[in-house]
């Protein structure tokens, strides 16, 4: 079946610093890429996609990119601030009449 | 307004005891999304509900679940002779019609003592 693998699983970095998470998925067949964050006793809450048509995505300081050829598509955090400490989740989806695959996820802590 | 609802936000039950948890989704959502996350891990996904169509429920790991959606609105997951191993965080997220995004709720919390 469908499956997403994310890395890392924990991530921790200085304050400023960029924060990579990367994901692959198996199914060719995907075309939507949502990234969720999840912050501690709170749902999953969606903070950027993209879609198969587009190599590239951004919104003030968080970027995705994709690479449908390789099937990896990665989240990038530019100048971090102690608010993105949160757990983040990368998924994959077929269509819209489908179910949502998710990653495994990755802790990201922002040191001060 | 309000957003996606679910109860109890926290049960404790012994083993072998039947459970039910309540999503009530945002008004007018019409897919609905059950999912279970284990302590650290992602998110599994358990059962999926679109309109008026056959649920997909490939997720479900075993006979003992199961979730039903009334009326198109609320939905319930229902998990018969609980085991440990079921101990996790339940989550429900709806999503309207020609909306790629999912809106979760907080969750339920259920540990099998």
């Known amino acids: 079946g469908e499956n997403v693998e994310q890395h890392p699983s924990t991530l921790s970095v200085q304050e400023g610093d960029s924060a990579v998470i990367k994901c692959t998925y198996s199914d060719s067949a995907s075309n939507y890429f949502p990234w969720y964050k999840q912050e501690l006793g709170k749902g999953p809450q969606l903070i950027i996609d993209i879609r198969s048509n587009v190599g590239e995505k951004k919104d003030q300081r968080i970027a995705v990119t994709l690479n449908k050829t390789a099937k990896h598509f990665s989240l990038h955090i530019t100048e971090t601030q102690p608010e993105d400490s949160a757990v983040y989740f990368c998924?994959?989806?077929?269509?819209?009449?489908?179910?949502?695959?998710f990653g495994s996820g990755t802790r990201l802590s922002i040191r001060p | 307004g309000a957003g996606v609802s679910q109860s109890p936000s926290n049960k404790v039950t012994e083993k072998g005891k039947d459970v039910e948890l309540r999503c009530d989704p945002i008004s007018g959502h019409t897919a609905l999304y059950w999912y279970r996350q284990s302590l650290g891990q992602g998110l599994e996904f358990l059962i999926y509900f679109q309109g008026n169509s056959a649920p997909d429920k490939s997720g479900l790991p075993s006979d003992r679940f199961s979730a039903e959606r009334t009326g198109g609105s609320v939905s319930t997951l229902t998990i018969q002779r609980t085991q440990q191993e079921d101990s996790a965080v339940y989550l429900c997220a709806s999503r309207p019609v020609g909306v790629n995004e999912q809106f979760f709720g907080p969750g339920t919390r259920l540990t099998v003592l």
């Open positions: 998924a994959a989806r077929k269509s819209s009449a489908s179910k949502i695959i």
